[in-house]
Structures are given as C-alpha cells and as structure tokens.
C-alpha cells in the first residue's frame, strides 16, 4: 500500500468550484475498515486526517480506550457492498497500481479528451459520495 493514495470527491459542479471538505485524498495504508451502512450505503473509515493534531483516544468504554477516526461514505447500488468492497481492495493490493486511485469523483462537468463525463467511479455500482466526515 505504500504509495497508494485514495481520492473522493463529493463536489458535483467540476473542477474549478470544489468547496472545503467537497474532496479529500487518504493514505491507502490509513483505511482502517470498511462496512455496509445500510442497503445503499458503504462506509470506509480513515484514520484522522487532520495535521497537527492526533486521532487520540479522548473517551474511554470499559478500559478500552475509542479512537476517533474519519468517514466517507459511499452511495452505492442496493445491495452490492461486495462487489464494491472487492473492486476497492483489488486497487489497494494490485502491485501494477500506483499513486492516486479515484475511489468515487463525482463531477459533473469533467471533460476527458473530447468526453464530458458525469462521475468517475472504481466500480460502476458506486452512485454518490454521500458524505465526508472529518473528525474534529
């Protein structure tokens, strides 16, 4: 996972009016879990992106120290987590892939070449980036 970093984007105007919090890129090595939300949600958990400050436990349940970490969540197609957790994962451990890996870029006016696209997704039962959280 060394070198792998991946991008989400929930900006849905293009490139040039992205907002704070619209995109973020994580270390693929700081992915920590992922699983499904509900039947069209996919959730991936991050570890805190925020420079500066650590993802330390601040809360503490039994002894066992709660780490806080990031969130995106995924729209996907109704019951199709598996699929999308293996085309993620086979991005993340392809040796042949490197540098940035668009997970979910959600555009709406993207021009490659001479096509426009509507969103750039690692699998085609991904429908949305419904949120990204950072942990403040």
Not at 46 to 57: C, L, N, P, T, Y
Not at 89 to 103: D, E, H, K, R, V
Request: proline share 2%; charged share 15%; aromatic share 8%.
């Amino acid at each position: 996972m060394e070198g792998k970093y991946l991008y989400f984007s929930k900006s849905i105007s293009g490139d040039s009016t992205y907002d704070a919090g619209d995109s973020i890129v994580y270390p693929a090595s700081s992915l920590r879990a992922i699983e499904p939300h509900n039947t069209t949600t996919l959730n991936l958990w991050f570890d805190h992106a925020i420079v500066g400050q650590a993802a330390d436990a601040d809360t503490f349940f039994e002894g066992q120290a709660v780490i806080k970490n990031d969130l995106i969540q995924l729209t996907i197609t109704a019951q199709t987590h598996k699929e999308v957790i293996t085309s993620i994962i086979n991005a993340i451990t392809n040796p042949s892939q490197t540098g940035l890996i668009t997970i979910a870029d959600q555009v709406t006016s993207h021009t490659i070449g001479t096509t426009t696209v509507t969103g750039l997704y690692i699998n085609s039962n991904i429908t949305a980036v419904a949120a990204i959280t950072r942990v403040s």
